[in-house]
């Protein structure tokens, strides 16, 4: 079956030919981009919310300049699609490669696969110690307007662990970036991965985050959307041992008309695993906040403890946002739960704070850094804590 | 010097303050008594600027500024303190970061400089010995976990830490044991000062045989009814308050 | 704790492995051919001696019907209905259309009598409980009677089937029939509009409250028959009115058609009160028969201060896919939904409820029991939406699954949309199973494994059961403990 497509989609339709992905072309054919039609893109039509996609992106030289500068860490960028390998050599335990083509075994989804088939390098790295230094990421889009797909494989070993930080820093083109990250986590291994967008307001940022969680592994991953018009990502995470734990958290902050949807789809395929989904978004102006979350327990995963929270707050009145918690329960002997809030700042508090002196606004800054608190606090490290509490004060700020 | 001129108050269209008048010299304490659902709690609120108060007549002059057109926090730098019945849970916010705001933005107002660290930390922990306060409860989120008589004790801290002209004490007896009350008693008798004014409104006499006024005032129906010394309040708990509910209808 | 020892009593009275309501009745009857199409739908209002503009109104509904899909976005699993191989009408032979007590056929009286649904009046006024109830009873694709009618006539109610309604009270018909479920709103509601053949019809005028329980009460007994039932409740201004509706059917292989259509109209300071009891045929343990559930029922609290509430108490069905709704049109209105749904065997539900906050002020409840068992599927699906200028709006929502045994699912599916700053929403919603603890405190106390499950299950819905008219409460919590058998051990 073909449907027509847009002239967007005749855009991605022909990079998929050019890059001779045939059968996912002819998928791509059938299906063209997701419509609300699909569940998973209910409030994030994309055939309506993408324009003026561009022409595959062409190659461009590392400014060299990096979005955070974290003491004690690792840095690495891709600009463009391309891996650029910057100053020192890595940390040792750490193997960094590069391979052609998209990430291996990409999720069925069909951004997903658009990424695996437009993508020219993917940026592997091994971690195989307990990693002291940070490894930051740094996707950058140079040039004019055009479409970026990159990849980004991670592996922690087993009994390995390491923190990742990756940044996604737009320049004021409207380019549209299509990007993968896959995390696979050794028995017992831990890491804590963090994914920022900053970008400019005029970029559209797409991300697919596949996490593989083995035995006794432990994972936080941390969001944060506080760039782009239109940002989605979309992580899928898969419980694969025992004895794994996982903390998920992000974070949206969202205004003028920007579209900030984090979708993700938590899959406990095994007995005696945990997890938590805390999920914030703040909105202001005619901005969109959008918060889809599924855990599944399949048949045969007893004792999954999974815990799932999107709390809301909105700023002015014409402000949205749109939460779909979902659990999908096949096992009887289970703890899962879903709490969802939405309001405004709560009168009674800023009266409080106001009746000590303290003026309006500052008085709601403070309420939405408490409110903030929990998505932070578990940072330890400090350089990093105050980058990313950072970026919420500033944000605040405008 | 507080004066309060014929001031009537309605909420939802239904009348809850009907002319009060009440003045309260500088350096006298005035204790304010009546029943619940008198009115009293929302000539509180009404004074520390809370919305939602209709405010139909009337004037609230503080120092000879009338108060009503300020917002909250412009009326706590002008020196108004309000210690609620039921001080606010608010998870996220360090009560150690707030009192350094709450301190750093009066003295703004009033055009004075912040307050280094090492100077705030001293005045937090003098007045926080005086309170029988320990370090643990300024560690915890502002209230959040705070039995009713450690909130209590954390209102009369913000005021030692403040320093107000004005004090508003409402119910603060509410849901305080004897040695709380000791306390809490203990804190505000301290903060007593020739420059400063406090009402203190209760249902009860026995938070009067600790913070002694000058003058008691029997407010029913939505204003006072009667004022006197502080023997008024013992022949309040005496007799009880139906002897004025006519007067007041 | 006398309620507990009734719920044990209860339990020992089970006459386990049956369907209590699995009897066939043999009477003839009067049908259609099998099949639909512009014939069925012109024999159907014909049959009904319907008025020429109800017609063109069916036949509306059948031409944008065959444009439609079948939808398939619920959690349900079923092979595609042939809709050539159902009965589109079938009415007992004896009785064209409702008459008084005495003209109904003995046999219909008897299986009501069967059912337990007093359809003598004269028995009910004698009866011990003295609330009185009043019953319309729709059996296959016709009313046959409905009670209490002169009572209610003198306080200008309206208590009779749809198909009367349609010729007594016209205007009231085109006024409101199809304005709060449109013709086109689903696959199934649309259906619903070109062949349904009976259902009931209330009107409550301004400033009165109904002073009875109304209630009607579905049977389908006809073999490869489809009942399609529609049911119109208007409330004027000022006015009450609780009523009830009871579904039940035989047991049989096949699987057979359910598609209603309810719409409730609140006007001004108006509240009505939706009590279901539904339990049509599960199909029996190996999944095989049982009746297709799809249903639409939405209210419309067009007034200001208006309210609707559903409760719902569903054990039935092989397939259930209803989603009792409230459009809060009217400031300062609000709506409710309480929903217990047991799910056993290989029962599939997709239930849940739509609150559409349109209104300033408006407010919501939303408490969902979900109980799976057997190798069942049971998903709350919902959505609370408050629009731009539905100020002030606010919803709570407390969803709630317990499964019992392993190979069963519970699942919750909740869209929530604030689309301005001074709305409030809660949600919360929880999946457990019986705890061991519980089970064991129960069991040392002297109950056995099925008395404790059923105890602790009655627990779980007490708040939704609170909800439900005094006369039904009992009732449900016998229901409920009949569907869990055989759930445990």
């Known amino acids: 079956m073909v449907i027509k497509l847009n002239k967007n989609e005749e855009i991605l339709y022909q990079a998929l030919l050019d890059a001779d992905a045939i059968s996912i072309a002819k998928n791509f054919r059938s299906v063209g981009l997701p419509t609300r039609r699909n569940e998973s893109y209910h409030y994030s039509d994309l055939k309506m919310l993408l324009d003026n996609i561009g022409q595959i992106a062409t190659t461009a030289t590392s400014t060299g300049e990096f979005a955070f500068n974290i003491a004690n860490s690792f840095q690495l960028q891709i600009v463009n699609g391309e891996v650029q390998i910057l100053g020192d050599k890595p940390p040792s335990g750490v193997v960094i490669s590069t391979s052609n083509g998209g990430m291996s075994e990409p999720n069925k989804d069909i951004i997903a696969q658009l990424n695996s088939a437009l993508t020219k390098e993917t940026l592997h790295i091994d971690v195989s110690e307990n990693l002291e230094t940070i490894i930051q990421v740094d996707r950058c889009f140079e040039g004019k307007a055009a479409l970026h797909n990159d990849g980004v494989e991670i592996y922690i070993a087993n009994n390995s662990s390491a923190t990742i930080v990756e940044v996604f820093d737009g320049s004021s083109e409207e380019h549209l970036s299509n990007s993968a990250s896959k995390l696979i986590l050794g028995k017992n291994a831990k890491a804590t991965h963090i994914m920022v967008d900053i970008s400019s307001k005029k970029t559209r940022h797409l991300q697919t985050v596949q996490y593989e969680i083995e035995q006794g592994a432990n994972l936080h991953s941390l969001i944060i959307h506080a760039g782009s018009s239109l940002a989605r990502t979309q992580l899928f995470a898969n419980f694969n041992g025992e004895n794994a734990h996982a903390d998920f958290a992000g974070l949206m902050l969202v205004d003028a008309d920007r579209h900030s949807d984090i979708t993700i789809d938590v899959a406990h395929k095994v007995p005696n695993t945990t997890s938590t989904e805390n999920f914030k978004s703040v909105v202001r102006n005619q901005a969109k906040a959008i918060f889809q979350g599924k855990i599944l327990v399949a048949k045969d995963a007893q004792k999954t403890d999974a815990a799932m929270m999107h709390q809301g707050l909105m700023l002015s009145d014409d402000a949205q946002i749109l939460v779909k918690p979902e659990l999908e329960i096949y096992a009887d002997d289970v703890i899962c739960g879903h709490g969802a809030t939405c309001g405004e700042l709560d009168e009674n508090n800023l009266f409080y704070l106001m009746s000590r002196g303290i003026e309006r606004e500052q008085a709601k800054a403070m309420l939405v850094r408490a409110f903030l608190a929990e998505i932070f606090d578990p940072i330890t490290n400090e350089d990093l804590y105050d980058i990313l509490a950072g970026i919420a004060d500033d944000w605040l700020k405008e | 010097m507080l004066e309060i001129r014929d001031l009537h108050v309605s909420v939802e269209d239904k009348e809850i303050l009907k002319g009060v008048n009440l003045v309260i010299p500088k350096g006298e304490i005035h204790a304010i008594m009546g029943r619940n659902g008198s009115g009293k709690s929302t000539l509180s609120y009404v004074m520390a600027g809370k919305s939602g108060y209709e405010i139909t007549k009337g004037e609230i002059i503080l120092d000879g500024v009338n108060i009503l057109d300020m917002e909250p926090n412009e009326r706590a730098s002008a020196g108004l303190f309000l210690a609620f019945q039921y001080p606010i849970e608010i998870p996220g916010v360090a009560t150690m970061t707030f009192l350094k705001a709450a301190m750093n933005a009066q003295r703004k107002a009033r055009g004075e400089e912040e307050l280094s660290t090492p100077d705030f930390m001293r005045e937090v922990k003098q007045a926080a010995k005086m309170l029988e306060i320990d370090n643990k409860m300024l560690k915890r989120a502002l209230n959040v976990g705070f039995s009713g008589g450690e909130k209590k004790r954390a209102e009369i801290l913000q005021m030692a830490l403040l320093k107000p002209k004005m004090c508003v004490f409402d119910e603060t007896d509410s849901g305080l044991d004897i040695d709380a009350l000791r306390i809490v008693s203990q804190g505000v008798n301290a903060l007593r000062d020739a420059n400063r004014s406090m009402l203190v409104i209760t249902h009860y006499q026995r938070l009067l045989n600790y913070i002694i006024p000058d003058v008691v005032h029997v407010f029913s129906n939505g204003k006072i009814v009667k004022s006197g010394d502080k023997s008024l309040a013992l022949e309040l708990e005496e007799k009880g308050y139906a002897q004025y509910d006519e007067s007041a209808a | ?489």
């Open chain 3, 1 to 489: 704790m006398p309620a507990v020892k009734e719920t044990i009593d209860q339990v020992k009275e089970i006459d386990l492995e049956k369907y209590k309501y699995g009897f066939e009745t043999d009477i003839k009857s009067d049908k259609a051919p099998k099949g639909l199409s512009e014939d069925i739908v012109r024999f159907i209002s014909a049959k009904k001696d319907e008025p020429e503009w109800m017609l063109e109104w069916r036949l509306d509904a059948y031409k944008r019907w065959l444009t439609m899909d079948e939808p398939d976005w619920a959690k349900l699993d079923y092979p595609k209905i042939d809709f050539n191989d159902i009965y589109f009408y079938s009415a007992p032979k004896s009785t064209p259309g409702p008459k008084s007590l005495d003209e109904v056929d003995p046999d219909l009286l008897e299986t009501y009598k069967k059912l337990g649904i007093p359809l003598s009046e004269q028995a009910v006024l004698a009866g011990v409980e003295g609330a009185k109830i009043a019953v319309d009873a729709v059996f296959d694709s016709v009313s046959v009677v409905t009670t209490f009618r002169e009572e209610l006539a003198k306080s200008g109610i309206i208590f009779c089937s749809i198909s009367e309604a349609i010729k007594e009270h016209p205007d009231l018909i085109k006024k409101y029939l199809g304005s709060v479920v449109p013709v086109t709103d689903n696959y199934y509601s649309t259906l619903n509009c070109a062949v349904f053949t009976d259902g009931s019809f209330v009107y409550i005028p301004k400033g009165v409250r109904c002073p009875m329980e109304l209630s009607t009460y579905f049977r389908i007994n006809e073999k490869n028959t489809g009942q399609f039932e529609r049911t119109l409740i208007i409330a004027e201004e000022d006015t009450y009115v609780s009523y009830l509706e009871g579904c039940t059917a035989p047991m049989r292989d096949e699987n057979q058609l359910h598609a209603a259509v309810v719409e409730l109209v609140a006007l001004e300071n108006a509240e009505i009160k939706y009590s279901t009891v539904q339990n049509w045929y599960p199909g029996n343990k190996e999944g095989v028969g049982g009746i297709y559930n799809f249903v639409t029922k939405r209210g419309d609290c067009r007034g200001d201060n208006s309210k609707i509430s559903w409760t719902q108490v569903e054990t039935g069905s092989a397939i259930t896919w209803k989603y009792p709704s409230c459009i809060l049109r009217g400031d300062g209105s609000r709506g409710e939904f309480y929903s217990i749904a047991i799910s056993n065997g290989y029962q599939q539900i997709d239930s849940g409820t739509k609150m559409i906050h349109l209104g300033k002020n408006t407010s919501s409840k939303v408490i969902a029991k979900g109980i799976a068992a057997g190798f069942s599927d049971n998903t709350y699906r919902g959505l609370i939406s408050a629009h731009k200028k539905a100020k002030n709006a606010r919803n709570f929502t407390q969803c709630d699954s317990l499964l019992i045994g392993d190979k069963c699912g519970a699942h919750t599916i909740p869209y929530i949309e604030a689309k301005n700053s001074s709305v409030i929403f809660e949600h919360e919603a929880t999946t457990s199973k019986i705890s061991d603890e519980q089970m064991f405190y129960c069991q040392q106390r002297g109950l056995n494994e099925e008395e404790a499950v059923a105890l602790i299950v009655n627990g779980f819905v007490r708040d939704v059961l609170q909800h439900l008219p005094m006369e039904f409460m009992v009732e449900t919590q016998k229901l409920i403990n009949i569907s869990l058998e055989g759930s445990v051990g």
